[in-house]
């Protein structure tokens, strides 16, 4: 017999495959972060579109470690996986 899941996350913080968590991501970006108006879908380019620098990137790193209480390591914290939006959900899905 399998021990069953434990979810370790408190009452209060998001699960990340939860897609109001990715939606909340974009909006703070979107907000706070992105030195552009505009949409910002799970496939846009970030960082190749000049949407998010490198102290953009800071911010949202910061914003998801509060957000789900778990530090990112600083060498996770790399273009694959900062993208898109889609590539830090699936990042943060296999973290």
């Not at 957000?67 to 996770?76: C, H, M, S, T, V």
């Amino acid at each position: 017999m399998s021990a069953p899941d434990v979810d370790n996350r408190s009452a209060d913080q998001p699960a990340v495959a939860d897609d109001a968590f990715e939606a909340a991501l974009i909006e703070f970006i979107m907000t706070d972060v992105a030195l552009d108006e505009g949409q910002i879908e799970g496939e846009t380019d970030l960082l190749l579109t000049g949407l998010v620098d490198s102290l953009g990137v800071v911010l949202i790193v910061e914003w998801i470690e509060t957000e789900l209480g778990r530090a990112i390591d600083p060498a996770d914290v790399v273009l694959e996986n900062f993208q898109t939006v889609d590539a830090m959900m699936e990042f943060l899905r296999s973290a």
